[in-house]
T-cell receptor
Framework: AQKITQTQPGMFVQEKEAVTLDCTYDTSDPSYGLFWYKQPSSGEMIFLIYQGSYDQQNATEGRYSLNFQKARKSANLVISASQLGDSAMYFC???????????????FGKGTKLSVKP | DVKVTQSSRYLVKRTGEKVFLECVQD?????MFWYRQDPGLGLRLIYFSYDVKMKEKGDIPEGYSVSREKKERFSLILESASTNQTSMYLCASVDGTEAFFGQGTRLTVV
């Protein structure tokens, strides 16, 4: 069965510093994609970054980068130069493709609440 | 550039009412999902659809049904609303490397 684990319920970071949010996953699918989302207090889920299982390089989008270690089944999100507006819940998600070619559900971890201190 | 739109941001309904939550996407995606989000429980999948008129149950389908008559629209139906269905409902549109959400609907059943 597929599973996403985020072990940090809450984290604090000083403004302008970098922070790493952990995500580990488990799947038997040969191909899969990993997503990170930001959810501010307004409730909207904002897509941040995507990493495919066969991508050779770590994904980057502006201040967001994904530290993908396939052998360890980890896909940590790195936010550089934290801003006050980065305070939010962050969710890691995964979707797999099985050997039959059908695509699975988009499953989520429990999330990490990030608080940026001025 | 709105991609996924949910019909209501906030909704208050009475117990026993039939409730319709609408979700529309403009990306021509095959797959659409409905989740509910509750404190401490994370996002739980209610139903998903991988094609027009095709649907599959998620983890918590009881008390819900769905409809997908057109590719761009995926509706979640609460057959007879109950107070334990008070929650945040999130619709997602997914295809390949893209997975976008609507703004969410906070439903309160009184």
């Amino acid at each position: 069965a597929q599973k996403i684990t985020q072990t940090q319920p809450g984290m604090f970071v000083q403004e302008k510093e970098a922070v790493t949010l952990d995500c580990t996953y488990d799947t038997s699918d040969p191909s899969y994609g990993l997503f990170w989302y930001k959810q501010p207090s307004s409730g909207e889920m904002i897509f941040l970054i995507y990493q495919g299982s066969y991508d050779q390089q770590n994904a980057t989008e502006g201040r967001y980068s994904l530290n993908f270690q396939k052998a360890r089944k980890s896909a940590n999100l790195v936010i550089s130069a934290s801003q006050l507006g980065d305070s939010a819940m962050y969710f890691c998600a995964m979707r797999g493709w099985n050997y039959g070619g059908s695509q699975g559900n988009l499953i989520f971890g429990k999330g990490t609440k990030l608080s940026v201190k001025p | 550039d709105v991609k996924v739109t949910q019909s209501s941001r906030y909704l208050v309904k009475r117990t026993g009412e039939k409730v319709f939550l609408e979700c529309v996407q403009d990306m021509d995606h095959e797959n659409m999902f409905w989740y509910r989000q509750d404190p401490g429980l994370g996002l739980r999948l209610i139903y998903f659809s991988y094609d027009v008129k095709m649907k599959e149950k998620g983890d918590i389908p009881e008390g819900y049904s769905v409809s997908r008559e057109k590719k761009e629209r995926f509706s979640l139906i609460l057959e007879s609303a109950s107070t334990n269905q008070t929650s945040m409902y999130l619709c997602a549109s997914v295809d390949g490397t893209e997975a976008f959400f609507g703004q969410g609907t906070r439903l309160t059943v009184v």
